[in-house]
């Protein structure tokens, strides 16, 4: 398989309104590498949204491509484009879109519908991975039982439920005080640097995207800059201190300042 997992090809996307057309995307090029912790900054308006929709195929672009894991998503339609979506990306929203009638547990398992698991298999992950996110014990709450944190931190358990290639968040912090907005930020370097996923997250916020690994900054549709985060100096730490390897499983054991809350499981 292709180190890229995700990579756009002259992406264009233009949306119009009452005769005037905006251009919300303008032949944007963008490689994501497996293993890669990204972050896409930019003034509102930017076209961040848009990008990150479209990258998880939730909306199509007007000109360009959109190639997830060497396979042109443009081509795929209705089960195919269904089942891509469900066990290709995993994708985190800044308002959480949790179902309030259903449980931490039941959030996390309806992910999985449709899969060939069975109740009990899919009963079993959800639990593993709300154990992962921290939430053991909490499987049976609801939604409003919870704090604003650790609803996202079920969202991310939801997320990584159908173990997918790529996790992309839409400002996954926008909606959270400082103590969870640490925690999520944790949990989600935590399952890069440990796990090897593939994050890419939209945020505003200056210090979390300072803790990513590449952080791409868009102005009008395109990318303006590219900088390295604190990550980047991390794992090439990491690396030398392993003799020079940098894979997934090889960042587990050096200690990092981020061990909350995915060492509870
Ligand atoms: P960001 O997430 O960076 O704030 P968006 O991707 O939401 O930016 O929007 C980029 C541009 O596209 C903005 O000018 C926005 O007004 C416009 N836009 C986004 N969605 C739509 C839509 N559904 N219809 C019309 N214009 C849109
Ligand atoms: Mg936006």
């Known amino acids: 398989m292709s180190e890229i997992v995700l990579k756009t090809e002259g992406l264009s996307k233009s949306y119009t309104v009452k005769h005037k057309t905006i251009l919300a995307l303008n032949d944007l090029n963008l490689q994501i590498r497996r293993g890669e912790f990204v972050a896409i900054m930019g003034h509102s308006g930017s076209g961040k949204t848009t990008l990150l929709n479209i990258l998880a195929c939730l909306d199509r672009a007007s000109a360009g491509r959109v190639l997830l894991n060497d396979v042109d998503v443009e081509k795929l339609r209705g089960s195919q484009l269904n089942r891509i979506r469900r066990d290709k990306i995993g994708f985190v929203f800044q308002s959480f879109n949790l179902l309030p009638y259903l449980n931490a547990r039941e959030n996390v398992e309806l992910a999985m519908e449709g899969s060939k698991q069975s109740k009990g298999e899919r009963s079993a992950r959800a639990r593993e991975l709300l154990g992962m996110v921290g939430l053991s014990g909490r499987e049976e709450h609801r939604p409003s039982q919870m704090s604003a944190g650790e609803q ?39 399952l890069n640097i440990k796990q090897g996923t593939t994050i890419v997250i939209v945020t505003h916020d200056n210090q979390v995207a300072g803790e990513a690994e590449r952080v791409i900054r868009l102005a009008g549709g395109r990318i303006k800059s590219e900088g390295k985060g604190n990550l980047a100096r991390r794992k090439k730490e990491f690396a030398r201190r392993a003799g020079g390897v940098v894979a997934g499983d090889t960042l587990g054991q050096p200690e990092t300042p981020h061990d909350e809350p995915m060492d509870r499981a």
């Open 152 to 190: 996202q931190r079920v969202a991310i358990a939801r997320a990584l439920a159908n173990d997918p290639a790529v996790i992309l968040a839409d400002e996954p912090t926008g909606n959270l005080d400082g103590k969870s907005k640490g925690e999520v930020l944790n949990l989600l370097l935590n």
